[in-house]
T-cell receptor, first 115, second 115 residues
Framework: QKEVEQNSGPLSVPEGAIASLNCTYS??????FFWYRQYSGKSPELIMS????GDKEDGRFTAQLNKASQYVSLLIRDSQPSDSATYLC???????????????FGQGTILTVHP | EAGVVQSPRYKIIEKKQPVAFWCNPI?????LYWYLQNLGQGPELLIR????????DSQLPKDRFSAERLKGVDSTLKIQPAELGDSAVYLC?????????????FGPGTRLTVL
């Protein structure tokens, strides 16, 4: 089992729809969770961070965390073609020692928003 | 606030040649990370510095890779000699502190091609 797994893509949604991106993680002791957006040929850009169970909203983005189910998701409302990118889920496992603060990334989900 | 700066942006070398990458973190960020990203994968941590100390280099292939962060600011990652399998994007990131709640910000990366 991979430490961080994202739903296989690519994911295609029409403009204006809600895009739902999912991520599961294996380490129950994980403390913090991040979503990065990566455009083709560019570096990852931090768009959301979430630390507590529940929802966190920022504009059109909502991150959802359920630590009991070891599940984190990202919802993008009113999807736009400019949202087309790879979305990376990252988990801080906080395994202690030298792994303190270490981020483990999923493989990413490619999202395409078509007009 | 200026972002993470990396150079060069692209590098093409012959196998067995040496190569070096440079990174300057966001001002005031004490923690610096070097990641490697292969096509279609999430970034993987190579080494993490807190100030000038390498606190996690467990994933750094020490037979050919080396890194330094003199004076706790900018950093250099070196490969000598390069192998074909080293072709990837090398990303530098920084965060204000270490720990599970730190937010990491990435530079533009260096795309390395080994021929």
């Amino acid at each position: 089992q991979k430490e961080v797994e994202q739903n296989s893509g690519p994911l295609s949604v029409p403009e204006g729809a809600i895009a739902s991106l999912n991520c599961t993680y294996s380490d129950r002791g994980s403390q913090s969770f991040f979503w990065y957006r990566q455009y083709s040929g560019k570096s990852p850009e931090l768009i959301m961070s979430i630390y507590s169970n529940g929802d966190k909203e920022d504009g059109r983005f909502t991150a959802q965390l359920n630590k009991a189910s070891q599940y984190v998701s990202l919802l993008i409302r009113d999807s736009q073609p400019s949202d087309s990118a790879t979305y990376l889920c990252a988990v801080n496992r906080d395994a202690g020692g030298t792994s303190y603060g270490k981020l483990t990334f999923g493989q990413g989900t490619i999202l395409t928003v078509h007009p | 606030e200026a972002g993470v700066v990396q150079s060069p942006r692209y590098k093409i070398i012959e196998k067995k040649q040496p190569v070096a990458f440079w990174c300057n973190p966001i001002s005031g960020h004490n923690t610096l990370y070097w990641y490697l990203q292969n096509l279609g994968q999430g970034p993987e941590l190579l080494i993490r510095y807190e100030n000038e100390e390498a606190v996690d280099d467990s994933q750094l292939p020490k037979d050919r890779f080396s890194a330094e962060r003199l004076k706790g600011v900018d950093s250099t990652l070196k490969i000598q000699p390069a192998e074909l399998g080293d072709s990837a994007v090398y990303l530098c990131a920084s965060s204000r502190t270490s720990g599970p709640y730190n937010e990491q910000f990435f530079g533009p990366g260096t795309r390395l091609t080994v021929l």
